[in-house]
């Protein structure tokens, strides 16, 4: 069977938006049209792609599976597109980053603004996922590059990893623990307070949970958030002690404090993330440029 690229495009438009009406719209042609193409495709199949009723239209099982595959290769030619209308100047093209939203916050802010000084034109997009996350954006074309928390064990020998900065985690305290601010304690010591922690399912708590099995310390968090930043105000408002990156927050404040820990945990990396096989748009070599990768 010969490969017809229109019939997977309309396929794609319709599984993306489980409308007719909607894919015709996007690709400018008659619902009859597409109603056709999916027809043909269907037949080329020898099977049913989609549930059609008067209320919704679904996928079926066969379906999925196709839209599974079809998705991060419409996804790879779009950007294949891109990246050769920018191939002579740095015009009307795009960068798309993913980044959780404490590194997007936190650390990227600055490099954003930068860019955006030097390239007014260019379009720039930020997904916020977690870091674990954001490596199936990455698998599935929909960003160009990640920038991620090290260790991340969903990174695989098909992406290219570059150290771009090395920081330390660490535990904070509000006014309501005052009573250990400036003394040096055990990280055990920690098992007495309420401790505020990010979900498990995070690059940071999977850090930490590590790190203190391998001290053979068992901690149960008090709360358990997906957000560094609710973290911090619930910290200040003196719910417990937390563990969060040390770049993320202003230690000058009045309502918050290090607490000093007597054991050296490791220090982590932020890395940018992208795939070996599939080359960067001139926009997101300039960007990396920014972190004197390159």
């Excluded at 009723?53 to 294949?80: C, D, M, Q, R, W």
């Amino acid at each position: 069977m010969a490969l017809n690229y229109e019939l997977y495009k309309v396929f794609y438009q319709v599984a993306s938006s489980l409308s007719f009406s909607r894919a015709a719209e996007n690709l400018f042609i008659s619902q009859s049209a597409v109603s056709q193409n999916i027809k043909n495709l269907e037949n080329e199949l020898n099977t049913d792609l989609f549930i059609r009723s008067t209320k919704k239209v679904e996928l079926t099982k066969t379906g999925k599976i196709l839209f599974e595959h079809i998705e991060p290769a419409y996804n790879l030619i779009e950007n294949g597109e891109k990246s050769i209308k920018e191939i002579n100047a740095l015009k009307k093209g795009e960068i798309h980053i993913g980044a959780n939203d404490t590194i997007s916050k936190d650390f990227l802010l600055p490099y954003l603004n930068k860019f955006h000084q030097l390239y007014p034109d260019i379009q720039i997009q930020i997904t916020n996922r977690t870091s674990s996350t954001c490596i199936e954006l990455l698998q599935q074309n929909k960003v160009d590059l990640i920038i991620s928390n090290l260790p991340n064990q969903k990174i695989n020998k098909e992406m290219e990893v570059k150290t771009i900065y090395s920081f330390n985690d660490i535990f904070i305290a509000g006014n309501e623990f005052k009573e250990i601010k400036g003394q040096i304690k055990p990280l055990k010591i920690l098992k007495k307070y309420p401790l505020l922690m990010l979900e498990p399912k995070t690059t940071t708590r999977r850090f930490l949970d590590k790190t203190l099995s391998e001290m053979e310390i068992e901690i149960t968090p008090a709360i358990e958030l997906g957000s560094v930043d609710l973290l911090i105000e619930m910290t200040k408002i003196g719910l417990g002690i937390a563990f969060v990156p040390e770049y993320c927050l202003n230690l000058n404040s009045n309502d918050l404090f290090k607490i000093n820990i007597k054991e050296k945990l490791p220090a982590r990396k932020l890395a940018v993330v992208k795939m070996k096989n599939i080359p960067l748009s001139n926009a997101a070599e300039k960007f990396l440029h920014l972190f004197k990768l390159n």
